[in-house]
């Protein structure tokens, strides 16, 4: 980077990375092993459609089939590792953040379903699942912070090392869409007068579409002269975003358009893997593992195809040079006379698809292979098992398979802690930065747990200014104060609260009480790396934890303690999610009707 002095230079910055990303020179990785990532990309996306890398047809113009194979592998990926926003979670790790810890939570839940955090999950597992890796954004704007999936062909940056490199996402945008994103209405203008069509990272041209203006979003660490153009500050290297277009052509000269340059604090992106590979910046996803077996696959399937088309067609031989070019069956395709030799009589030829058994046999070889690569047996694609094969022995294969796929999920949980830890936690953080109250719509069980731990707050504060306001009108008046029943005054604000909480319905204001004379912002100090994060449930056996709970639950239905058993059943139906503590509770409330009374009837004479 020291050959960069001026922001001018940054076009050819730009231009450059693109040129090399797109060129088709393969990274060294090793010895013996080399790769080309931008190849790669759009290998994954001819196979995952279907389409063949050397066209549709063979050298003599027959079409050529695809037998898709890694489709159901990529959708097997994709479920196997999937992670609802169900599954995250945010604990105390120390009593002193529960409440910290417990409001973050809410908070958590309520950016999620704002930000429709659920399809940013799932559209992360799809690409996941088919690439093996997925760049993520986090963007602030507005005061709300969004969180994306970034297309791969959308996308330059180092094969080798992502982290410590410049990256850029490259944009096709409409003119409005330009315009919305507030950049210099200057050089906006400027690029209005100069629209095209969308193109593809080589520029070649995707559709016929006119109306576009390519932008090009350059993040990274870099010279900080490249911001004041200022030679001085030429080794002092700083984070920043610069959105710069161009206009012209390599022999007309290029001029330069800078929309926007400013520093940021970190990057907005983050390079996220199923299974990292070593010094690759895209590892190894489920189609790009079945590279070599969907290849030997489509050539068996080819093989055969060419063998029933021949064996289709009736094909004979004569000596008689007068059939040359003749046919003898009249308005089809098969009957193609040959000339065999002197003096022969006219003969069919042998041409019986004779080797088709061989090819299926190759085909299912490599078929076996690309599944046990992929961790995908018969049972997880939903075939049936083989006549004879045990129950037991199913089982075992299909847990064998998924303990592949509970490591992807591990993987696939820690980065969403990170994310969590960088960008999320850090922004709630901002937005609970003041004294004043936050609203929490609950479900029940946090709605018991959040009353519970404020009930006695703030009791104890009612008491407190009761019991002052008495000693210091007793004093004032010379007298010696009344005699005050704490347990009973507790208890009876407690239940004051109560009544009026019960008002509210799910919906709570909450303040830090117990602390009054602390703001959110003392409260939540350093919150993202002092709280635990638990997405797949690493940090704790689920099965052992259910199980102590179970044994907790019926040790206490036994001796009685029946309001503790509710409370340990609420929390064994929280982890399983298999019933809402929501939908208990309201069942209990339900009154029982009672049945009126049944008049007996009225004694006849005889009685």
């Known amino acids: 980077m020291k050959d960069i002095k001026t922001s001018s230079e940054i076009g050819n910055l730009i231009r450059k990375m693109e040129t090399d990303y797109t060129s088709g020179t393969p990274a060294k990785i090793s010895e013996y092993v080399e790769y080309d990532m931008y190849d790669e990309l759009n290998r994954i996306d001819a196979y995952d459609n279907s389409k063949h890398t050397s066209g549709d047809t063979d050298s003599k113009g027959r079409e050529k089939p695809f037998m898709n194979v890694v489709k159901a592998v990529v959708n097997i990926w994709y479920r196997a590792t999937d992670i609802d926003r169900k599954n995250i979670r945010i604990y105390s790790n120390k009593v002193s953040n529960y409440v910290a810890s417990f409001v973050a939570s809410i908070y958590l839940q309520d950016w999620m379903k704002k930000s429709r955090f659920g399809k940013f999950l799932n559209d992360w597992g799809r690409k996941l699942a088919k690439y093996g890796s997925a760049v993520v954004k986090f963007v602030e704007k507005d005061g709300e912070l969004k969180a994306m999936v970034i297309d791969w062909h959308k996308f330059i940056c180092d094969p080798i090392d992502f982290d410590n490199n410049p990256k850029i996402e490259v944009l096709d945008l409409t003119p409005g869409q330009l315009k919305e994103r507030g950049y210099n209405k200057e050089v906006v203008e400027e690029l209005l007068d100069d629209v095209g069509t969308r193109r593809d990272l080589k520029k070649v041209q995707k559709d016929n579409r006119e109306g576009y203006i390519r932008v090009y ?15 001085r500050d030429e080794d002092t ?30 990057s907005p992106y983050m390079l996220t893997h199923l ?23 489509n050539h068996s399937v080819k093989a055969m195809k060419d063998q029933l088309d021949l064996a289709s067609k009736l094909i004979f031989q004569t000596s008689d040079e007068n059939f040359i ?38 085909q299912n070889m490599w078929q076996a292979s690309g599944n046990e690569q992929t961790g995908a047996s018969d049972a997880m694609r939903g075939l049936a098992a083989k006549s004879g094969t045990a129950w037991r022995q199913t089982e075992a294969i299909l847990q064998e398979n998924h303990s592949l796929f509970e490591v992807m999920t591990e993987n696939k949980g820690l980065h969403l802690e990170d994310m969590l830890r960088v960008y999320v936690l850090p922004f709630i953080k901002k937005r609970l930065n003041n004294a004043e109250a936050i609203v929490g719509i609950l479900d029940s069980y946090n709605l018991e747990k959040l009353d519970k731990m404020y009930f006695k707050a ?22 010696l104060p009344d005699f005050i029943d704490i347990e009973g005054e ?13 008002e509210l319905g799910n919906e709570r204001f909450i303040v830090p009480s117990e602390v009054p004379d602390k703001t959110w912002k003392e409260v939540f100090k350093d919150l993202e790396w002092e709280v635990d994060i638990d997405i797949t449930g690493e940090q704790k056996d689920l099965q052992a934890h259910l199980a102590t709970l179970n044994n ?16 340990v059943l609420k929390k064994i ?5 298999a019933f809402s503590p929501l939908e208990l509770t309201q069942l209990q409330a339900q009154p029982v009707p009672e049945q009126a009374p049944t008049e007996a009837p009225a004694p006849t004479e005889a009685e």
Do not use: C
């Open 573 to 577: 139906l929280e982890i399983t999610g």
């Open 490 to 502: 507790m208890a009876q604000n407690e239940q004051e609260l109560e009544a009026g909480l019960s």
């Open 275 to 297: 299974i990292e590979d070593d010094g690759k910046t895209l590892s190894t996803g489920a189609v790009k593992q079945l590279f070599e077996t969907q290849w030997m696959v």
């Open 237 to 266: 290297y700083q984070d920043m975003m610069i959105v710069y277009s161009f206009t012209g052509s390599e022999d007309d000269g290029y001029t330069d358009h800078f929309l926007f340059r400013g520093k940021e604090a970190h």
């Open 325 to 362: 070019g003749k046919n003898a069956i009249t308005a089809i395709e098969t009957g193609d006379i040959m000339v065999h030799a002197m003096n022969q009589p006219l003969t069919k030829i042998n041409n019986d698809a004779s080797d088709i058994a061989s090819l299926q046999n190759f």
């Open 552 to 567: 907790l639950f019926i040790n206490l239905m036994q001796t009685g303690q029946t309001e503790d058993g509710r409370k």
């Open 458 to 479: 703030k009791a104890r504060q009612m008491l407190e200014e009761k019991v002052k306001g008495e000693i210091k009108d007793a004093l004032l008046q010379g007298e």
């Open 217 to 231: 979003e350059l993040h990274g660490k870099l010279p900080l002269n490249l911001l004041t153009d200022d030679e």
